[in-house]
């Protein structure tokens, strides 16, 4: 099956629906209730599933069982339309948990279900995916064992960040120095050779990424006890997904240039993946001057 606009909206709005429906669904559990941020990605999914639904109806496939081009697996547009109606049928009743359990069905029988089939190898987006895969499996090979150490590494530290916890001021301050000094590093060890002066650039997003971070509007996410010097801290999933990030950025600039050595003299290239580093740094290092701040002494201390 080859790309074709109607599919290309349908595999859009599908891939959405798959992302945005776990938003939804958790925004609604636990004992912290995110009504505003439900509704907005409840509305969401359904537009997408909708869009999903509807535009399967033009897809057809000869290759596979079908009648006049429609396959089992399009039984499940009906489902979709069924299983909406019911599901705003209970809300309408004020049954909030059967509407909860019919969205978690529907995404799960639709999104889950259904997107396994679309991994089928004569189908596109299969065909895509294990196409990738196969090319992916020599770099993945020839990967050294260091980097997945330090991708254990930091996944292990941004995991520690997840629950809440206390802290002392040095435990606050060494994650995200260290962060910056490997975000540099990451950057100069790339691109050391060109003409472009990264460096530069990686100075000025980690600045700007620091101080928007620092001065933005709230408060900072955790207190601290004066008398025992120790922070109290929310968990975040934040700096979990920044460490993440700075080691997707350096892994896959690493696989260009080890495919394309040329690249490190291309400032089209140099310059977006240094300002990267230096953003996503930046952003790990304001959060902590957001919580650094909070140990300075109160302003009539300072003065007196």
Same mark, same amino acid.
Do not use: K
């Given at each position: 099956?080859?790309?074709?606009?109607?599919?290309?909206?349908?595999?859009?709005?599908?891939?959405?629906?798959?992302?945005?429906?776990?938003?939804?669904?958790?925004?609604?559990?636990?004992?912290?209730?995110?009504?505003?941020?439900?509704?907005?990605?409840?509305?969401?999914?359904?537009?997408?599933?909708? =869009?999903? !639904?509807?535009? %399967?109806?033009?897809? @057809?496939?000869?290759?596979?069982? &079908? $009648? +006049? #081009?429609?396959?089992?697996?399009?039984?499940?547009?009906?489902? =979709?339309? !069924?299983?909406? %109606?019911?599901?705003? @049928?209970?809300?309408?009743?004020? &049954? $909030? +948990? #059967?509407?909860?359990?019919?969205?978690?069905?529907?995404?799960?029988?639709?999104?889950?279900? %259904?997107?396994?089939?679309?991994?089928?190898?004569?189908?596109?987006?299969?065909?895509?995916?294990?196409?990738?895969?196969?090319?992916?499996?020599?770099?993945?090979?020839?990967?050294?064992?260091?980097?997945?150490?330090?991708?254990?590494?930091?996944?292990?530290?941004?995991?520690?960040?997840?629950?809440?916890?206390?802290?002392?001021?040095?435990?606050?301050?060494?994650?995200?120095?260290?962060?910056?000094?490997?975000?540099?590093?990451?950057?100069?060890?790339?691109?050391?050779?060109?003409?472009?002066?990264?460096?530069?650039?990686?100075?000025?997003?980690?600045?700007?990424?620091?101080?928007?971070?620092?001065?933005?509007?709230?408060?900072?996410?955790?207190?601290?006890?004066?008398?025992?010097?120790?922070?109290?801290?929310?968990?975040?999933?934040?700096?979990?997904?920044?460490?993440?990030?700075?080691?997707?950025?350096?892994?896959?600039?690493?696989?260009?240039?080890?495919?394309?050595?040329?690249?490190?003299?291309?400032?089209?290239?140099?310059?977006?993946?240094?300002?990267?580093?230096?953003?996503?740094?930046?952003?790990?290092?304001?959060?902590?001057?957001?919580?650094?701040?909070?140990?300075?002494?109160?302003?009539?201390?300072?003065?007196?």
């Amino acid at each position: 099956m080859q790309m074709s606009p109607v599919i290309a909206v349908h595999m859009t709005a599908a891939l959405l629906a798959v992302v945005t429906g776990p938003v939804a669904l958790w925004a609604r559990r636990g004992r912290t209730q995110r009504p505003r941020l439900h509704r907005a990605f409840g509305h969401a999914w359904v537009t997408l599933m909708l =869009v999903t !639904a509807l535009s %399967a109806l033009f897809i @057809r496939n000869p290759s596979l069982p &079908n $009648i +006049a #081009g429609y396959t089992p697996i399009h039984l499940l547009v009906p489902v =979709v339309f !069924a299983m909406l %109606a019911v599901s705003f @049928r209970h809300l309408a009743r004020g &049954n $909030i +948990a #059967g509407h909860r359990r019919t969205m978690q069905i529907l995404y799960f029988s639709a999104c889950v279900v %259904a997107g396994a089939f679309t991994l089928l190898p004569n189908r596109y987006l299969g065909q895509q995916v294990w196409g990738f895969a196969s090319g992916l499996l020599p770099i993945v090979r020839n990967t050294p064992s260091w980097a997945w150490l330090l991708l254990a590494g930091l996944v292990s530290a941004g995991l520690t960040q997840v629950r809440e916890r206390s802290a002392s001021l040095v435990r606050v301050s060494v994650l995200p120095i260290a962060l910056v000094l490997f975000s540099l590093f990451s950057a100069v060890s790339a691109f050391g050779r060109s003409p472009a002066m990264p460096e530069a650039l990686w100075l000025w997003a980690m600045s700007a990424a620091a101080i928007t971070a620092l001065i933005a509007p709230g408060q900072a996410s955790g207190q601290f006890d004066v008398a025992s010097r120790t922070y109290r801290l929310p968990g975040s999933w934040l700096p979990l997904a920044l460490m993440v990030g700075i080691f997707l950025v350096r892994y896959t600039v690493a696989v260009r240039l080890a495919l394309h050595p040329s690249l490190v003299m291309d400032a089209s290239f140099v310059l977006p993946v240094a300002s990267l580093y230096g953003a996503l740094s930046g952003i790990f290092l304001g959060r902590a001057a957001r919580l650094w701040r909070l140990a300075l002494p109160p302003q009539h201390a300072l003065a007196a």
